[in-house]
């Protein structure tokens, strides 16, 4: 996350426009991906920057007013969120997220990797779209704070106001619901039985999203891998290459204008109430 801390020593008519700057984008594509779509998430926008304005003598300036900013945005969308029908009510349990050993996987190249033409793409692309539509709003947000907006697990735990533990299991758990969205679009090998112990393959599962959680490689070599494992990261790793050519949303000029000169207003009412009367 750019670090704000200058803006904590500046009045909200300076600092909500260099927050805007740096953010508006971003929440802008927050919304897009949460909220429904471009009207909603120029409402996620707007409400944003307007509260923080309105409550800028409430931030402290001990965290980072981006953080502070990101936090007013994630509750503003946990209240849309909130509003929406049909919202789905459970998490999958981590046993329907992972595969049975008599499942087929993904088919993989000699290489390892999954053969995917531009048709391929494009509908892993617009699968994980719709998978993270329909995860519910308390894994949703963390992982698209995480996979879209790119934020770390501890700055996701501070905007949230929740145990890093607690993002950490809430990510993990919506990346296999996103992985497994895909799979069932991909080409599907022969059923190979898996060469370790389940307890193996869920040791070796929560390495790899231990190292997608700090941006790493897998640590280990292929060869201390079965074939199902290759399988299964290759698509963790093709869901979230998904999410990173599906963050967008560039705020749009009127949107930005309309806060812009909602700022103004209130400057200028400011300025006409502190004029001295002849």
């Known amino acids: 996350m750019a670090n704000d801390h200058a803006g904590a020593r500046a009045s909200a008519y300076e600092a909500i426009p260099v927050l805007l700057d740096r953010h508006g984008d971003r929440i802008y594509g927050l919304g897009l991906r ?3 779509g471009p009207d909603d998430a120029e409402d996620l926008v707007q409400e944003t920057f307007l509260r923080a304005f309105r409550h800028w003598d409430q931030f402290e300036g001990r965290s980072d007013p981006g953080t502070w900013l990101w936090a007013i945005a994630a509750r503003a969308c946990q209240r849309m969120q909130r ?16 595969p049975a050993p ?8 000699a290489k390892g990797e999954l ?39 501890a700055e996701i735990a501070a905007i949230l106001e929740i145990r890093e533990a607690t993002v950490k299991t809430r990510v993990h758990r919506g990346r296999l619901l996103l992985r497994q969205a895909l799979a069932r679009r991909l080409p599907a090998g022969p059923v190979t039985p898996p060469d370790h112990s389940r307890q193996v393959c869920l040791d070796l599962l929560q390495t790899k999203q ?3 959680d700090r941006g790493t490689p897998f640590p280990l070599p292929d060869r201390e891998l079965c074939d199902r494992c290759k399988s299964m990261f290759a698509t963790l790793d093709l869901a979230r290459d998904a999410c990173r050519q599906i963050r967008g949303g560039a705020l749009p000029p009127e949107i930005r204008a309309l806060i ?7 400057r200028e009412r400011d300025r006409t109430a502190v004029a001295p009367t002849a």
């Open 115 to 153: 053969p995917l033409d531009d048709l391929l793409r494009r509908e892993t692309r617009e699968a994980v779209e719709r998978a993270i539509g329909t995860l519910p709003a308390t894994f949703r947000i963390p992982l698209v704070l995480k996979e879209l907006a790119d934020f770390s697990l």
């Open 102 to 109: 008599t499942d087929a996987m993904p088919a993989l190249t």
């Open 83 to 98: 509003r929406r029908a049909g919202e789905p009510k459970r998490m999958a349990s981590l046993h329907e997220l992972l």
């Open 260 to 266: 812009v000169d909602g700022i103004d207003r209130d």
């Open 210 to 212: 231990d190292a997608m």
């Open 34 to 36: 949460l909220c429904g």
